[in-house]
């Protein structure tokens, strides 16, 4: 039997969250445990799992890389699960921790502002190797900062119009997806719009709730994550 980890990255986001990323990833037959980098111990405690996945946070990349969670979460990427060699799937705050972790640059949205709503993706040449990035993408978005520049190594497979790197891969085992795959449109106007109401004016306020009404098509971004962990690879 594989052993998958969910690696939960925020201290705020509980368990409903946390099921709807399983939901989403776990396969038949597999064993998921749920780690926190907030635990002393979590570097040992994530050795010898067959697969990750890095959960969205609060947290900012940049900001908090000085706090023990981040810190204990970017030391373990760089000297433990990146060389593993296991298959490392990140999800919002995970993709921009993996990027860091690998030498890539992160930093504030282009435009400057939070990014909240219902982002479309566009899938480049370099997708079109999997089938899943023949289906449209539409997920829910979430960030003040975004992935700026790729590890080395790093190949952009998405981008939108809000930022250049939605979608990317380091190798052929650490995929990391900006927007948040997971996340239903339930979530985005029950948990995301309210905590990130203070940050918007009225009229672009109005923008979010116009967006919050389109439709998300999060197929195809799921099931590529889920080729990667029930392969090991893309």
Sequence with gaps: MKRFALVSCSERLGEEFQHMLLACFAGEGEQWNVLSPADPDFA?????????????????????????PVQRLLEWLRHRALPSGSPVLGI???????????????????GG????GVESIRWNDAASRWPEAAQPAAIVASHGECVLDLPPGGVGLASSASIPHEVFLVGDRVLGIQGHPEMSAHALKSHFMPLHRPLFPAQAWQAVEREAELPLQRDGMVALGRRLLAQGRL
């Design 44 to 68: 040992e405690a994530a050795a010898g799992y067959d697969g990750y996945v890095l959960s969205g946070s609060e947290k900012s990349v940049m900001d908090d890389a000085h706090t023990p």
């Design 92 to 110: 919002c705050f995970g993709a921009q921790a993996l990027a860091a972790a690998g030498g890539g640059k992160v930093g504030r949205n282009p």
């Design 113 to 116: 502002g939070f990014r909240l």
